[in-house]
């Protein structure tokens, strides 16, 4: 069946960097964009950016332009987001979604992975 | 960025009821909107896609209307498993916003 699945949680200190993948399997990875979502405790959705699966392009939101890269291996049919220079306020479960045409929503998501950040 | 404002921000509701959920957008995002169910601690789940076509296995009691700034989620008949919070987002211009969800409390 078709699922994304994502790396296992993260606890991180101040300033470090974390990298969450997202393994998809059940379709063609090439074929859709991943977009990744974070949701920090109590509060709503949050989209950080998209990468295209086929050709690697990406776009990111500007609250996170020089902070967050999103790459792929489509050998692997995985996705990874890093982000960097974490502060506490970066602590969230963050989501991995595939998306075809982007009309069409966010129509399978990742299990989330949590990242905490503390001293 | 666009703002999605969402209405009431928490509604009570019982088993059969009718409830309408409201989103509205800071400036046009035509039909690139889409409504999602999320329960604690599970990932939103795709609801409706293009503000009116409901994604595949979503029942029929779900539906949706709107396009350019004003969005109403209805779910005709409420069942147990509805009670959930609602996020309505636009994916019409980056970012994606999000609006800040309604909870759909059993009354």
């Known amino acids: 069946q078709v699922q994304l699945v994502q790396s296992g949680a993260e606890l991180k200190k101040p300033g470090a960097s974390v990298k969450v993948s997202c393994k998809a399997s059940g379709y063609i990875f090439t074929n859709y964009a991943i977009h990744w979502v974070r949701q920090a405790p109590g509060q709503g959705p949050e989209w950080m950016g998209w990468i295209n699966a086929g050709n690697g392009d990406t776009k990111y939101s500007q609250k996170f332009q020089g902070r967050v890269t999103m790459i792929r291996d489509a050998t692997a049919s995985t996705a990874h987001m890093e982000l960097s220079s974490l502060g506490t306020e970066d602590t969230a479960v963050y989501y991995c979604?595939?998306?075809?045409?982007?009309?069409?929503?966010?129509?399978?998501w990742g299990q989330g992975t949590t990242v905490t950040v503390s001293s | 960025d666009i703002q999605m404002t969402q209405s009431p921000s928490s509604l009570s509701a019982s088993v059969g009821d009718r409830v309408t959920i409201s989103c509205r957008a800071s400036?046009?995002?035509?039909?690139?909107l889409s409504w999602y169910q999320q329960k604690p601690g599970k990932a939103p789940r795709l609801l409706i896609f293009s503000a009116s076509t409901l994604q595949s296995g979503v029942p029929s009691r779900f539906s949706a209307s709107g396009s350019g700034t004003d969005f109403t989620l209805t779910i005709s008949s409420l069942q147990p498993e509805d009670f959930a919070t609602y996020y309505c987002?636009?994916?019409?211009?980056?970012?994606?916003?999000f609006g800040l969800g309604t909870k759909l409390e059993i009354k």
């Open positions: 979604a595939r998306v075809g045409a982007t009309y069409r929503g966010m129509d399978v």
């Open positions: 987002q636009q994916c019409y211009i980056t970012p994606h916003t």
């Open positions: 400036q046009s995002v035509t039909s690139y």
